[in-house]
């Protein structure tokens, strides 16, 4: 396949962050705008968090249609917005950027929909969990709080783990006040367990959703290894990490025959929204994207 047609009337995007060289978004989007033929590119922006709003006027004086942001900017991408959807409110953040031709921002959380979206594709029934016991997330960080939402928004309950306690007690009580305020009802919301004792509760668990760095490749903890002996065997794990695509927590999953879903869908189907923003495609997350991007993984 050929690369992106560039010409003087590209549509350009990218992706904001420090650091930003590891981030897969340039391969993905690039690889979307070769296979539909659009006149555009998608380049990776390393910005200091001091200079995060100067690179966004920046960016929209030089024609970008939008960006993704990653870690630091999240927080400041919502500041920075001049409207943001409900669940970007709830969650408190932004990951996607739109420019608008009046010169006013548009931003949006799409973490949560990738995430969504990622379970469907591996066939998981979404009501079926809702009917069933909470979902149970380990970490308190950004995809933590877009995680919870969605499910929330899915109708499943949700009760978070942390190493930080007082860190999950702050965020369950934020999500939980947004959620009832913006659904108008009481008693939905997030509830806490002890990080020391989340894996004797797995038999009452439907969902396992690991949001931390534990067992990324050159994260803190590569060689992690929670126990999930405890388990009912209708529990389906995920773990966003998708550096190695087979986590520890997966690998423990798939030895007590329990089904798994990697990161690497949440990944690519966030990206599906912003790319329809800044480049008017739908983009489809198929067996050849997949290929391309754990091609450009293993490089």
């Known amino acids: 396949m050929n690369g992106p047609r560039i010409t003087g009337k590209a549509r350009l995007a990218g992706v904001i962050g420090q650091p930003v060289s590891h981030s897969l978004s340039p391969v993905l989007h690039n690889y979307w705008l070769a ?115 969605s499910l929330l928004e899915q109708g499943i309950a949700v009760r978070l783990a ?30 806490v367990c002890s990080w020391d004792s989340w894996e004797e509760e797995l038999r009452d668990i439907s969902l396992l959703v690991n949001t931390t760095s534990l067992g990324m490749a050159g994260g803190p903890n590569p060689a992690w290894k929670p126990d999930l002996s405890r388990a009912g065997s209708d529990l389906v794990v995920s773990d966003i990490v998708y550096v190695p695509r087979e986590t520890p927590l997966l690998r423990s999953a798939a030895a007590h025959g329990l089904r798994t879903v990697g990161g690497l869908g949440m990944l690519l189907h966030q990206a599906r929204p912003g790319f329809r923003a800044w480049f008017g495609a739908d983009a489809e997350v198929d067996e050849a994207t997949v290929r391309h991007v754990l091609a450009a993984l293993h490089r």
């Open 35 to 149: 296979r539909h033929g659009i006149d555009g590119a998608y380049v990776p922006l390393c910005v200091a968090p001091e200079a995060f709003d100067t690179a966004i006027r920046g960016l929209q004086a030089a024609g970008f249609r939008g960006a993704n942001v990653t870690i630091p900017h999240k927080e400041a991408a919502f500041a920075i917005a001049d409207e943001v959807n409900p669940m970007a409110r709830i969650a408190g953040s932004v990951n996607t950027l739109v420019f608008r031709e009046d010169g006013t921002i548009q931003g949006t959380s799409t973490d949560g929909f990738g995430y969504i979206a990622s379970l469907q594709a591996e066939g998981v029934v979404l009501p079926a969990l809702a009917a069933r016991e909470p979902a149970l997330l380990l970490g308190a960080g950004g995809a933590a709080r877009s995680i919870a939402v």
């Open 162 to 191: 942390n190493r930080t306690a007082a860190r999950a007690a702050e965020l369950a009580a934020s999500i939980t006040a947004a959620w009832t305020k913006h659904a108008g009802q009481s008693g939905a919301g997030v509830s």
